[in-house]
């Protein structure tokens, strides 16, 4: 079962991301500011990120840089309330395809989701060959 590591500031969207997503099997984490969720992101190595962009103590953005820094290449997904993606696609060279603009439907996150980890999982089989 996959991890999913939710860095989302706002308490009651983090837990009910927790929630929908525990219902659907994976094994989810959450951190409620930048600096946590990084520090749980190189404990836990998730097999996925979702990350709110505007964040306390480190923005999504530097959490972003800073796992790339350490290695670290599962996905990550930026969650915003900012309506033009490209900004943020700009910024980090992120797919527009992995911003998720608030509020968003728990279908597309779901799908979204499983796509990512489909890509990241035949990526993976790709280089052990």
Do not use: W
């Not at 997904?77 to 527009?96: G, H, K, W, Y």
């Amino acid at each position: 079962m996959p991890g999913i590591l939710i860095i989302e500031d706002q308490h009651d969207i983090r837990l009910d991301m927790v929630e929908i997503l525990e219902l659907e099997g994976y094994s989810v984490y959450g951190a409620g500011d930048g600096e946590t969720g990084l520090r749980m992101a190189l404990h836990v190595r998730p097999d996925l990120i979702l990350c709110d962009v505007c964040l306390p103590r480190m923005s999504g953005y530097d959490v972003y840089f800073r796992l790339r820094e350490e290695g670290f290449t599962s996905p990550l997904i930026f969650m915003t309330a900012v309506v033009d993606p490209n900004l943020i696609e700009q910024r980090t060279q992120v797919s527009r395809r992995r911003v998720l603009i608030k509020p968003f439907r728990v279908e597309h996150v779901l799908n979204l989701i499983a796509d990512e980890l489909a890509a990241a999982q035949s990526t993976a089989s790709l280089s052990r060959r």
